[in-house]
């Protein structure tokens, strides 16, 4: 479970088209990434596929559903680390199941095997503010997970981190995503993390926002970074994005 399908959909906001006729799948478990310029439309695609914008034209749809108001189906982790500061990190991840209404006890067990999952043992009772950028975004990834998605949607997550945590990060991510089968829709501005992650890597073009090209990705994992396969794709990745970067760089 947890195939997205997004079907012919456009997005304006007042007079301004922000998606024009997108359309692509994340099959049920699949790792996509999708990458392109600023602007382009990234996080409203994310956001749509939330539940938290309509599109105005077109389909999206979660296993045969219609998505329509907000997903609960999905969790999402955005670049801010987004958690709550009075709530320690096992009442960050805990709070979704709360929120489900599950029992004191069932929210032990779920906040207990995410924290062991990403590596936070003995850091339950710390508070966000005593934690790094790379364990906050574990927190916010634990958190994502323990709401039971079946789509995780993933809005630049590393972004703030310095090389060795996010490539740590990485790592971990993929993981997690092994062990729990969830399908992932994941944005990046990097066109390594792109190819080191995904099953898939899309690359949309700016104004009005539009899948460019899809690029397989069809690497074994667990993958070498800088094995040749990897560079001659990371290659092609980024021509198609550097092309797109320029023509949305251009004025008008
Ligand atoms: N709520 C909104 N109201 C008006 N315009 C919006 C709104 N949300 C997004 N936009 C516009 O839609 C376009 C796409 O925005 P979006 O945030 O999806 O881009 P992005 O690809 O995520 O960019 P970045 O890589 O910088 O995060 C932008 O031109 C933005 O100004
Ligand atoms: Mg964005």
Request: hydrophobic share 40%.
């Amino acid at each position: 479970m947890g195939r997205l399908v997004i079907n012919s959909v456009s997005k304006r906001f007042n007079d301004f088209l922000a998606l024009e006729d997108v359309n692509f799948e994340v099959a049920e478990g699949e790792f996509v990434c999708l990458l392109g310029p600023s602007g382009c439309g990234k996080t409203t695609v994310l956001r749509l596929a939330a539940g938290l914008e309509k599109p105005d034209s077109g389909l999206l749809c979660l296993d045969g559903k219609k998505i329509s108001g907000v997903n609960k189906e999905c969790g999402f982790v955005f670049q801010e680390y987004a958690l709550f500061p009075w709530r320690t990190v096992k009442e960050n991840i805990e709070f979704g199941p709360e929120v489900k209404g599950k029992t004191s006890l069932e929210c032990e067990k779920i906040s207990k095997h995410y924290i062991d999952l990403v590596g936070l043992s003995g850091f339950e009772n710390h508070y966000p503010d005593e934690l790094s950028g790379g364990m906050k975004q574990r927190v916010g990834i634990a958190r994502a997970y323990a709401n039971n998605p079946k789509l995780l949607l993933m809005d630049e997550p590393f972004g703030a981190l310095d090389a060795q945590t996010r490539n740590l990060m990485q790592s971990e991510l993929l993981r997690i995503w092994e062990k729990e089968h969830v399908s992932v829709l994941f944005v990046t501005h990097s066109v390594d993390e792109a190819v080191y992650l995904g099953d898939k890597v899309l690359i949309m073009s700016a104004r009005p926002g539009k899948i460019k090209e899809i690029f397989d990705v069809k690497l074994t994992r667990p993958r070498i970074r800088t094995g040749p396969e990897a560079n001659i794709i990371r290659d092609r990745v980024l021509k198609s994005l550097v092309s797109e970067i320029k023509i949305a760089s251009k004025p008008g």
